[in-house]
């Protein structure tokens, strides 16, 4: 939290303000007025409005997607307009859940079974009445790290009255964790007819199965407690306050490495409607992952990875007549795309190797062509014409790969993890030698594609064991010990065939990561900390940004807490030695049959869409720890395969190309800034 300047921050500052910052949508002529209860400023050339009503902010206009869309207080803005009038008063991570909603940049609503969290003079937790287990869970979106103390207080509201069974449980804990199998936490809770300070601690058993130590329960008669944890060298102490002095509930020992700070309202065995408040909280001592995002100018790094991955618009243009004479690499590089990248198989189509790439139109397309290694080298000599710098993903297997599906050749099918690795190993180094003898000039290879949880069908509930009932298959703690060990040595074989062609390849693993509804990047930690322990020699770390057509949760961040939340997780990586970047991610510009909302900023408009580029582009071209975004299929446009219903809304309505083939304004936003470290 900060301390806010006793004087008001003024409306005219706010004004000049929002034009330095945001001149894409407040700039040129402007007029003044008062409508209602807003006294705005209108700037006709763009359409906006930003309105000021008592102490509340608006926008309205094509950066709101024509509504009225309120984006904070002028006492939200003071800091950022005046950072010099607001000294720290209490260390940032705190929270004293004031605010009327979650605020995303601190925490991860990570509710299950009709739980759910609400806020506004406290966060209300509440579980559902409709099964025998709910929890309301919320998880902090920066990780504390080593010696830490924290503490908050508990007020039981409701549910807390009535006696349970001797097998059921219900509690309201406070705690850290390191992942969902390895935790510990102090809770008020309810035994039989009692209320009790309980302590639990939970860590990870054979196969990732959860091992659970409990210690004595206290006995106490109030309903509101401060919990306070406190971790230091090895032993972590858990303790309550009732009558303002601190007594000690039980010590155990420390989470080794960094942890969350994990807030709670369960039921288990017990059908009950239980809500607990949880306020004031604070961290007193020690070291968390947490600083405030901060939008930087708009510039491009020499670098950076910046460009997009298609590859469909040349079957397009090949079989097909969607665009005419216009070659769309040339331009995606005019716009200010430096990279291309693309996909390949392991298929091989000899039709096309027995014909000049000018005579392939003249055979029907066959599926077996998408992606096979002719076309895709075709693709690649094509940008690399182009003026564009080139990445290239192998798919490892003979068809799409991606999170979900990752099978094995067929020839490969059945063969053990080391003669699969050998094959690999020989495949991946003939790929490479094949394309460098052509004059292909690949200087990043990603090795599979959303590769999360295993490869060539050494997958949980294929080739793997699923994990232990009541585990996910998104249990780190399942994964390091039955999945991950076997993707690393098959990883380590593909890169090591690339290496042998080309030494100095750079090498990517990309994982869906983003998508995963998994709190704080928590998967993204663990599988690159167990790559990178693991030997497994990599370069970069990517991830794919969440799709609107899958249910998601982007649109609950502002966009500089999902910034921050990008620049976490990218901090964390850095750690292991690695710079992250986004590998796959795109965004509507027209309205649609979507599964999820679009984030408050950016509405499925043009201008929407282009604002989504812009601020992905400044921030990670403002972190040193990013090294790319690559917008997945700039090529595309809308009608550009009419015929294929799995294209409508993604990517056709993605795309960065209109129907008459010029660049949208999102495309253009590939070339804005000046060009630094050269």
């Known amino acids: 939290m900060v301390a806010l300047r006793s004087a008001p921050l003024e409306g005219p500052a706010l004004l000049n303000w929002a034009e330095q910052t945001y001149p894409q949508y407040f700039s040129g002529p402007f007029a003044d007025g008062v409508y209602d209860i807003y006294t705005y400023r209108y700037y006709p050339a763009m359409g906006n409005y930003i309105g000021i009503a008592g102490a509340k902010v608006y926008v309205l206009g094509p950066v709101s997607g024509g509504q009225i869309l309120y984006v904070g207080t002028l006492g939200e803005f003071r800091c950022r307009i005046a950072p010099g009038d607001c000294p720290v008063a209490t260390r940032e991570e705190n929270d004293d859940f004031s605010s009327p909603t979650i605020d995303t940049c601190r925490w991860f609503d990570w509710s299950a079974s009709g739980g759910g969290t609400s806020q506004g003079n406290g966060m209300r937790m509440q579980t559902s009445a409709a099964g025998t287990f709910s929890s309301a869970r919320v998880v902090s979106q920066y990780m504390t790290k080593g010696d830490v103390q924290a503490e908050i207080t508990v007020n039981a509201a409701t549910g807390f009255d009535t006696a349970i069974a001797h097998t059921a449980q219900l509690y309201a804990s406070f705690?850290?964790?390191?992942?969902?199998?390895?935790?510990?936490?102090?809770?008020?809770?309810?035994?039989?007819?009692?209320?009790?300070?309980?302590?639990?601690?939970?860590?990870?058993?054979?196969?990732?199965?959860?091992?659970?130590?409990?210690?004595?329960?206290?006995?106490?008669?109030?309903?509101?407690?401060?919990?306070?944890?406190?971790?230091?060298?090895?032993?972590?102490?858990?303790?309550?306050?009732?009558?303002?002095?601190?007594?000690?509930?039980?010590?155990?020992?420390?989470?080794?490495?960094?942890?969350?700070?994990?807030?709670?309202?369960?039921?288990?065995?017990?059908?009950?409607?239980?809500?607990?408040?949880?306020?004031?909280?604070?961290?007193?001592?020690?070291?968390?992952?947490?600083?405030?995002?901060?939008?930087?100018?708009?510039?491009?790094r020499a670098d950076f990875i910046a460009g997009g991955t298609g590859g469909d618009s040349m079957n397009y243009r090949i079989w097909g007549n969607s665009w005419g004479n216009v070659n769309p690499l040339q331009a995606m590089k005019a716009s200010g795309m430096s990279w291309y990248g693309t996909d390949v198989t392991f298929n091989s189509a000899p039709e096309l190797a027995a014909l000049p790439p000018s005579q392939w139109g003249t055979i029907p397309f066959q599926n077996k062509f998408w992606r096979a290694k002719e076309i895709v080298a075709q693709d690649l000599k094509n940008a690399a014409a182009a003026g564009l710098r080139l990445y290239l993903q192998l798919y490892l297997t003979e068809g799409p790969a991606h999170f979900g599906t990752q099978s094995a050749p067929a020839a490969w099918q059945g063969l053990s993890v080391a003669d699969t690795a050998s094959r690999l190993r020989t495949e991946t180094h003939a790929l490479v030698s094949s394309y460098k003898a052509q004059g292909i000039n690949v200087e990043v290879y990603a090795v599979g594609n959303e590769i999360d949880l295993g490869i060539l069908g050494f997958r949980p509930g294929e080739r793997i064991a699923l994990p232990p009932a009541g585990l996910s298959t998104l249990d780190v703690n399942y994964l390091r010990a039955s999945v991950w060990p076997t993707e690393a040595i098959l990883l380590k074989a593909g890169i090591e065939g690339i290496k042998a062609a080309d030494p100095n390849?750079?090498?990517?693993?990309?994982?869906?990561?983003?998508?995963?509804?998994?709190?704080?990047?928590?998967?993204?930690?663990?599988?690159?900390?167990?790559?990178?322990?693991?030997?497994?020699?990599?370069d970069y770390a990517a991830l794919s940004h969440p799709y609107l057509t899958y249910p998601g949760r982007?649109?609950?961040?502002?966009?500089?807490?999902?910034?921050?939340?990008?620049?976490e997780t990218s901090d964390y990586i850095a750690t292991l030695g690695k710079r992250t970047m986004i590998s796959e991610g795109n965004y509507p510009r027209a309205s649609g049959a979507y599964a999820a909302l679009p984030m408050p900023e950016f509405p499925f408009t043009d201008s929407g869409q282009a604002g989504w580029v812009r601020e992905h582009l400044r921030h990670a071209n403002n972190n040193p720890n990013m090294i790319g975004f690559l917008y997945w299929y700039p090529d595309y446009f809308i009608g550009m395969s009419p015929n294929d219903p799995g294209t409508l809304l993604i990517p056709q309505q993605t795309g960065l190309f209109y129907p008459d083939l010029t660049a949208t304004p999102a495309m253009m936003e590939f070339g804005i800034g000046p060009l630094v470290g050269q």
């Not at 693993?509 to 990599?538: C, E, N, R, T």
């Not at 982007?554 to 620049?567: G, H, K, L, N, P």
Request: glycine content about 6%; proline content about 3%; overall charge positive.
């Open 175 to 300: 705690g850290l964790m390191a992942d969902d199998n390895n935790r510990y936490f102090i809770a008020l809770a309810k035994a039989a007819d009692k209320s009790v300070i309980r302590v639990l601690a939970v860590s990870s058993g054979v196969n990732g199965a959860p091992v659970f130590q409990s210690f004595p329960d206290i006995v106490v008669t109030a309903t509101s407690i401060k919990l306070r944890v406190v971790q230091s060298g090895a032993t972590a102490t858990l303790s309550y306050n009732i009558d303002g002095n601190w007594r000690t509930a039980a010590t155990l020992a420390a989470l080794s490495g960094g942890a969350y700070v994990e807030l709670t309202t369960t039921t288990v065995g017990v059908a009950r409607q239980v809500t607990a408040t949880f306020s004031d909280f604070k961290i007193t001592d020690g070291t968390t992952s947490w600083h405030r995002y901060v939008r930087g100018r708009q510039q491009r």
């Open 505 to 538: 390849a750079k090498i990517v693993l990309h994982i869906a990561g983003l998508s995963l509804p998994v709190p704080s990047d928590i998967f993204i930690k663990a599988f690159f900390k167990f790559m990178v322990d693991q030997g497994v020699p990599f």
């Open 554 to 567: 982007v649109d609950e961040y502002s966009t500089d807490c999902w910034m921050q939340r990008i620049q």
